[in-house]
């Protein structure tokens, strides 16, 4: 029983690995031609149709532009923060004009800085926008048309801006800008009603991508709309809001919320609309906007209930708007300070959470003493080491315990080969006789499987380990190791990866394979022979698993490896010492004569 136990272990462990990877490479093969495309769109710049005019509740309705509208450049008000820059059009009230000044392209930092935000000039329009709805039916509003004037700028920390339009009827619509020292922006929508009589509007803000970006697809990525409204995290992806959508007359979600937040999500970078007011009660939605073979995509907040400005008053409405890269402590310093709920939530930690968030704090302040996430990695492992070395003790001491008991296994097999049953009972007897467990090999592994998968999730998804070096060739570990056993390493001028994924063979992998390998031969050869089987392909087999993981993951499962290593040969040191200082003596049960030998072969 106890070796089903054992192979099931195994044949569990190498199924949830085998099964991750599945359904992962695909994604990983596919993304540098996503990542090429992407590229050579943004090269080719051709006009977005304009939205047209705005709905009730914030709905876009994507209309042409009326007749006489203006067709000279829009002026543009700049952006010059300690951490990004751009510009906001005065047409319109957009913000479609953003770069990162902190993040560039690629490791090489001659490449351009990312750019989050664009105008809708361009291939992939992508812009945060505050307007109104007049819902009396007879209030002139600003549209997507409108000239403002800006009073104040460049827009800066410290240095507010407003924006102002006046309709010629009595009410001036105003938004106010304020920016922080990182990515967020603070909107205050106000109206004034200098007019005879009182009028009805609702101010409302959205964010909207006049495409469907690139994905990367990978199932433990969520990418597309994302937000908790009344305490709930909504995640939809391109794909679902679309079918919703579809179901709905174009809403793939829409919720009432007090405190909440809604946005776009790619892997680093977010754009989100949060509340400020929690006693105001707010419409959230997600909306998919088809327009021929374009899908265009929209997340939107508007009160629900209208603003009623009678003569000589004013009514306003502030919000939030995060624009920038998914630092977990920045996201967590804006949840705590500003009462944004859950915003750390926007960084994708999955259903372990609770251990990948820790894992995140605990690499990220052995960064800040060693200056390297790849020695944070290597410290990182040894401190899970020592953590788990009690329960790792007791089963490397029964693992060496097989090991000595294996000569007294084979004489059981060999006594009782032609009555596998009552091999199969003497030989649970003299397991319980030396108490050991049989199982316990596969004990490490068990444990490596959560660690793993939470390691993966920080490694891939926290923006802090993007770009992130280690030593020689590993430029970027969470990137895979760029070398290649098939092209010598480099010597071939020619990557065989482009034929298929399975020709990807980077040094570090092999590294790993060659360590676990060592690791199991420590290890005393299984009794059944398919399981002896399984665990001389399991190097191989991880081998190739991890050759297209990041590189960080591979540095880890390797020095986990040689931290067994050390921690077996210790161990089974100290056991071998112990028996002969016993005498040798292994009790074995009364059906097997003490005077016997094993044989040998």
Not at 259 to 276: E, H, N, P, Q, V
């Given at each position: ?12 462990s190498?199924?949830?690995?085998l ?8 994604a990983?093969e ?5 990542l ?16 047209g ?5 914030g709905a876009?309705t994507d209309?042409?532009?009326?007749a ?8 543009r ?20 004009d ?11 930092r ?5 750019r ?14 505050w ?25 800066a ?7 102002r ?15 922080d020292?990182?990515y ?18 609702l ?14 697809g990978f ?16 995640e ?13 007359s174009?809403l ?5 919320t ?6 776009f ?11 400020i ?6 419409k959230a939605?997600f ?8 899908d265009?995509w ?17 009514a ?35 259903w372990?959470y ?13 960064f800040?003493i ?6 944070a ?17 007791k089963?490397?001491k ?18 009782y ?9 003497e ?12 199982a ?6 068990l444990?490596?499987?959560p ?6 999730k920080?490694?891939?998804v ?5 770009h992130?070096?280690?030593f ?12 290649n ?9 020619y990557?065989?990866a482009?034929?298929t ?20 031969r420590l ?8 399981q002896a089987?399984?665990f ?13 993981m ?11 490896n ?22 040798g ?13 094993p044989?040998?072969?």
């Amino acid at each position: 029983m106890d070796q089903k136990r054992l192979l099931a272990a195994i044949a569990i462990s190498i199924g949830i690995l085998l099964l991750f990877d599945f359904v992962n490479r695909p994604a990983r093969e596919a993304e540098r031609a996503r990542l090429a495309q992407q590229q050579q769109a943004a090269q080719v710049q051709q006009p977005a149709p304009a939205p047209g005019p705005v709905g009730p509740l914030g709905a876009p309705t994507d209309a042409s532009p009326a007749a006489g509208a203006p067709t000279a450049p829009a002026a543009r008000l700049d952006i010059d923060g300690p951490r990004v820059k751009g510009t906001i059009s005065l047409r319109g009230a957009r913000l479609d004009d953003l770069v990162l000044k902190d993040y560039h392209e690629t490791v090489d930092r001659s490449s351009p800085l990312v750019r989050l935000l664009a105008p809708r000039e361009g291939a992939a329009p992508y812009y945060a926008q505050w307007g109104w709805t007049a819902l009396d039916g007879r209030t002139p509003v600003p549209g997507n048309e409108t000239d403002w004037t800006a009073e104040g700028g460049p827009l800066a920390p410290g240095k507010p801006v407003t924006l102002r339009w006046d309709n010629g009827q009595g009410q001036v619509f105003e938004i106010g800008l304020a920016l922080d020292e990182n990515y967020m922006l603070t909107a205050e929508q106000r109206v004034r009603n200098t007019g005879a009589e009182p009028v009805q509007v609702l101010p409302w803000s959205r964010l909207r991508r006049e495409s469907t970006p690139p994905t990367q697809g990978f199932f433990i990525l969520h990418e597309g709309f994302v937000g908790v409204l009344d305490g709930r995290l909504k995640e939809v992806t391109y794909k679902d809001g679309k079918s919703e959508a579809e179901k709905k007359s174009g809403l793939a979600l829409e919720q009432e919320t007090g405190a909440g937040w809604a946005g776009f999500t790619d892997k680093y970078w977010l754009t989100a609309i949060a509340t400020i007011d929690p006693a105001i009660r707010t419409k959230a939605s997600f909306r998919h906007v088809p327009e021929g073979n374009q899908d265009r995509w929209q997340a939107d907040f508007a009160p629900v209930a209208p603003q009623a400005v009678a003569p000589g008053a004013a009514a306003t409405l502030a919000t939030r708007l995060f624009a920038g890269a998914k630092e977990v402590r920045l996201l967590d310093a804006y949840r705590d300070r500003l009462g944004i709920p859950d915003f750390d939530k926007a960084v994708d930690f999955g259903w372990f959470y609770f251990l990948t968030k820790p894992f995140f704090f605990a690499l990220d302040f052995l960064f800040h003493i060693f200056g390297n996430f790849g020695i944070a990695i290597l410290v990182f492992t040894l401190a899970l080491k020592a953590a788990f070395f009690p329960l790792a003790n007791k089963s490397y001491k029964s693992m060496s315990r097989m090991k000595v008991l294996g000569p007294k296994m084979q004489e059981i097999r060999e006594r009782y080969k032609d009555d596998p049953a009552k091999a199969q009972t003497e030989m649970m007897a003299l397991y319980r006789t030396e108490k050991v467990n049989p199982a316990s090999g596969c004990l490490p592994i068990l444990l490596q499987i959560p660690v793993f998968f939470s390691l993966y999730k920080v490694l891939f998804v926290t923006i802090e380990m993007r770009h992130a070096p280690f030593f020689g060739w590993i430029h970027d570990l969470s990137a895979p190791d760029p070398t290649n056993l098939f092209n010598l390493f480099g010597l071939i001028p020619y990557d065989p990866a482009q034929l298929t994924h399975y020709l990807h063979m980077p040094a570090w992998a092999l590294i790993m394979g060659a360590t676990m390998f060592l690791q199991q031969r420590l290890n005393p050869a299984p009794p059944d022979p398919v399981q002896a089987k399984i665990f001389q392909w399991m190097p191989l087999i991880f081998t190739f698993m991890l050759a297209g993981m990041p590189a960080g993951l591979v540095i880890y499962w390797s020095w986990n490896n040689l931290l067994s290593i050390a921690q077996q040969w210790y161990i089974m040191r100290m056991e071998t010492q112990r028996k002969a200082q016993a005498g040798g003596a292994v009790a074995i049960p009364a059906a097997v004569p003490a005077t016997a030998k094993p044989k040998k072969g």
